[in-house]
């Protein structure tokens, strides 16, 4: 039905920065608002930031307020997270998400569509 393909994760040093794509394709009429999510090894899923394709709405974990950007270009289908001043323990695999508007909230791991996550490494 819809398909993400994240892209643009690495190696970066701290304080360093990284951009992440996200490309949306199939039926992304369905789905409602783009999501970024980040698992460490041995740690659960958490929530990053989030945005909504028909409005210039954004939404951010507090742990990473004022450093990520989320943005999104919506003629391409893309959305992306900037990522500044990288610090170690942001070492994750980041997920792109979607879904639709009834499917639970922006914040919630009850998003409809999964990309296959992009590693971001952060070296001290």
């Known amino acids: 039905q819809v398909q993400l393909v994240e892209s643009g994760g690495g190696l970066a040093q701290a304080g360093g920065s990284l951009r992440l794509s996200c490309v949306a394709s199939g039926r992304t009429v369905s789905t409602d608002t783009m999501g970024w999510f980040r698992q460490a090894p041995g740690k659960e899923r958490e929530f990053v930031a989030a945005i909504r394709w028909s409005a210039y709405s954004t939404y951010y974990a507090d742990s990473v307020k004022g450093r990520f950007t989320i943005s999104k270009n919506n003629a391409k289908k893309t959305v992306y997270l900037q990522m500044n001043s990288l610090k170690p323990e942001q070492t994750a695999v980041y997920y792109c998400?979607?879904?639709?508007?009834?499917?639970?909230?922006?914040?919630?791991?009850?998003?409809?569509?999964w990309g296959q996550g992009t590693q971001v490494t952060v070296s001290s």
């Open positions: 998400a979607a879904k639709g508007a009834k499917s639970g909230s922006w914040y919630g791991l009850t998003y409809d569509y």
